[in-house]
């Protein structure tokens, strides 16, 4: 049973009293500085403050985390700022190594034969919610379907004539050393081609293999932002469940999330049976869902 230990504080100012090297996994997303409406943290700040800020952050999770330890990052850009994630990536490399660059696959259109059904996947159905991030989030829309193209997950429709639709996100994977072994077969997907597994000595015949580094998880379909996800920026659980189960979850004693917001990292770390969790959130408006949440 997790006991979890949830802080209405500042992180910076929070983890400052966590002992050195105490935590086995932090999985959390921060604010991205993109103007995102929070209720009690400007997220539009000059570049340099911001990533000064990301610095102190990242200094005090690095004291705090084992060597044996993983942080996983999810950042994401605006079509006109692609190059925020990388700048906080080059802002980490001070206290880690980039051990794993993860593509967090919100949405994507797949080109099929004409009449060809897809795979029977459950997450594999067009669906017709906004992203979270999306300002207007209750919109209806539906995803058009034309020949042999069929579009899944969810994305924020732009109006350019210059930028993409931006589709997904990165989850960056920072250790201390570059060499913490993870359990790559917990998120393990079946052979497509059998004759793989009596090819390859590395199978050991089992048809299991590393799902690699594009994980498609899109958003579950909600009918209203206030209820059902009253936060401007979230994850799914499922992103920190797979984050959870990729670093190892028997090797997960202490977890962390220092942006707990409504506190998906915290309901993964239920989930899946991490034994202590801290978090530090901030909003108290924020922090009073996640403790409702998790019962």
Request: hydrophobic share 35%; glycine share 6%; charged share 25%.
């Amino acid at each position: 049973m997790t006991r979890f230990d949830l802080r209405l504080q500042d992180c910076v100012t929070g983890m400052a009293s966590v002992p050195d090297q105490h935590l086995d996994l932090v999985v959390t997303s921060p604010p991205y500085n993109l103007g995102i409406r929070y209720r009690k943290f400007s997220d539009r700040q000059d570049r340099r403050l911001y990533l000064n800020w990301c610095a102190e952050w990242a200094a005090q999770i690095r004291r705090i985390l084992k060597p044996s330890g993983s942080l996983f990052l999810n950042i994401g850009a605006a079509p006109s700022n692609p190059m925020l994630p990388h700048e906080i990536v080059m802002t980490l490399r001070n206290f880690f190594v980039l051990q794993n660059s993860i593509h967090w696959i919100k949405s994507i259109a797949i080109d099929t034969a004409q009449g060809r059904t897809s795979a029977p996947n459950p997450h594999l159905n067009p669906l017709s919610a906004p992203p979270s991030r999306d300002p207007n989030p209750d919109a209806k829309r539906q995803v058009r379907v034309n020949g042999g193209t069929k579009t899944y997950g969810h994305f924020k429709p732009i109006s350019s004539k210059r930028f993409l639709n931006d589709c997904h996100e990165y989850i960056f994977h920072f250790t201390k050393t570059g060499h913490v072994e993870l359990d790559r077969l917990a998120l393990g997907v079946p052979y497509q081609d059998k004759s793989n597994i009596a090819r390859w000595r590395h199978t050991r015949g089992s048809d299991v293999r590393c799902r690699g580094n594009t994980w498609f998880i899109p958003y579950e379909t909600i009918q209203s932002r206030e209820k059902e996800r009253p936060h401007p920026a979230t994850f799914p659980v499922q992103l920190a469940e797979w984050c959870i189960k990729l670093h190892g979850v028997s090797r997960v004693q202490t977890m962390l999330d220092p942006f707990l917001g409504i506190g998906n990292s915290a309901v993964a770390a239920k989930r899946c049976g991490v034994k202590r969790f801290i978090g530090f959130e901030i909003d108290e408006t924020y922090l009073a869902e996640a403790k409702r949440r998790l019962g």
